[in-house]
């Protein structure tokens, strides 16, 4: 792995609201055309610098509100703002802000590294030349630049993930959002990736990580809420989780909220003795 450098991952100054939440999401609502309801009054807040995680069961929301905040869905009712804006009525400063590593492998097969964070940045207003110092700085910072004129299609599924990554910090975000970054990778490279964002939590830049993996969001997150049926269940630190649930830890935690606490490690060592 390389070393990563300060400059890779520094996010860009400030322009945003002094003092504002990285996201503030008020009363936030999702209706589909279907008639299905995807967030039933969501409000959430995270601070700057703050490591964020949010799980909750297949269906539960996390997918509709992280497109919420990301403009490829438009809320129903109910306001979010990124760093004091409004991810609505001030979509472009609020998008700025914002770097997505999708959990799906969103990336064209026909482009090179090189050229797929060039486009990148190049949509976000990034002039030519910083388009070119800040391709080289996150190569060298994710071990891909010796592949940078590879197509994208020829590359393992590790290398892509860390190119996900690359592309969402491609324009300095001070806000991350991780959506299931580490689904199928092998132990290795989750460990890998789990010191590159630690790393770039620490240089500054706030992180909203969903995830499967609960001692993924043990491990990493300052605060974690879990998310069910469209609304915001609980939310504190994974001591704070387990203690309004009644139990030890965190997987026990997640485990009563989804209606299996069958499942948990205590009861099945008990069922097996």
């Given at each position: 792995?390389a070393?990563?450098s ?5 996010a860009?100054?400030p322009?945003e609201v002094?003092?504002a ?8 609502t ?26 909750g ?9 992280i497109?919420?905040?990301t ?14 804006h409004?991810?609505v009525?001030?979509y472009?400063e ?7 590593a ?18 990148h940045?190049?949509y976000f207003?990034m ?14 910072a994710?071990?891909l630049?010796?592949?940078k004129n590879?197509?994208?299609r020829?590359?393992s ?6 190119l996900?990554?690359?592309r969402a910090l491609m ?5 991350l959002?991780?959506d299931e970054?580490t689904a199928?990778v ?6 890998e990736?789990?010191?590159y ?5 620490a240089?500054g ?7 499967h993996?609960?001692e993924e969001?043990e491990?990493?997150c300052?605060?974690?809420a879990?998310i069910?049926?469209g609304?915001?269940?609980?939310q504190?630190?994974s ?8 139990v030890?830890?965190?997987e026990d935690a997640?485990?009563e909220?989804?209606?299996?606490k069958?499942l948990s490690?205590a009861h099945v060592?008990e069922?097996a003795s």
């Amino acid at each position: 792995m390389a070393f990563l450098s300060r400059s890779a991952f520094n996010a860009a100054p400030p322009t945003e609201v002094p003092g504002a939440l990285a996201l503030d999401i008020d009363a936030l609502t999702k209706r589909y055309p279907t008639g299905t309801e995807a967030l039933r009054g969501v409000s959430l807040e995270i601070q700057a610098g703050e490591f964020f995680g949010l799980l909750g069961p297949n269906g539960a929301g996390k997918s509709t509100l992280i497109h919420c905040t990301t403009g490829l869905a438009r809320p129903s009712s109910g306001s979010i703002k990124v760093f004091g804006h409004d991810a609505v009525e001030h979509y472009e400063e609020a998008r700025k802000a914002v770097g997505l590593a999708p959990q799906d492998l969103n990336i064209d097969w026909f482009l090179t590294l090189e050229e797929t964070l060039d486009y990148h940045g190049g949509y976000f207003g990034m002039p030519k030349r910083e388009r070119k110092e800040r391709i080289a700085e996150l190569l060298e910072a994710f071990s891909l630049s010796a592949k940078k004129n590879d197509r994208t299609r020829t590359l393992s599924g590790g290398m892509k993930r860390r190119l996900i990554l690359a592309r969402a910090l491609m324009h300095r975000p001070r806000f991350l959002i991780l959506d299931e970054p580490t689904a199928g990778v092998d132990v290795e490279l989750r460990l890998e990736l789990w010191h590159y964002v630690q790393q770039i939590n620490a240089e500054g830049t706030t992180i909203l990580l969903t995830t499967h993996y609960l001692e993924e969001a043990e491990q990493l997150c300052d605060k974690i809420a879990f998310i069910n049926d469209g609304q915001i269940v609980a939310q504190g630190t994974s001591q704070e989780l387990a203690a309004q649930y009644g139990v030890a830890g965190l997987e026990d935690a997640y485990l009563e909220l989804v209606g299996r606490k069958e499942l948990s490690r205590a009861h099945v060592s008990e069922a097996a003795s």
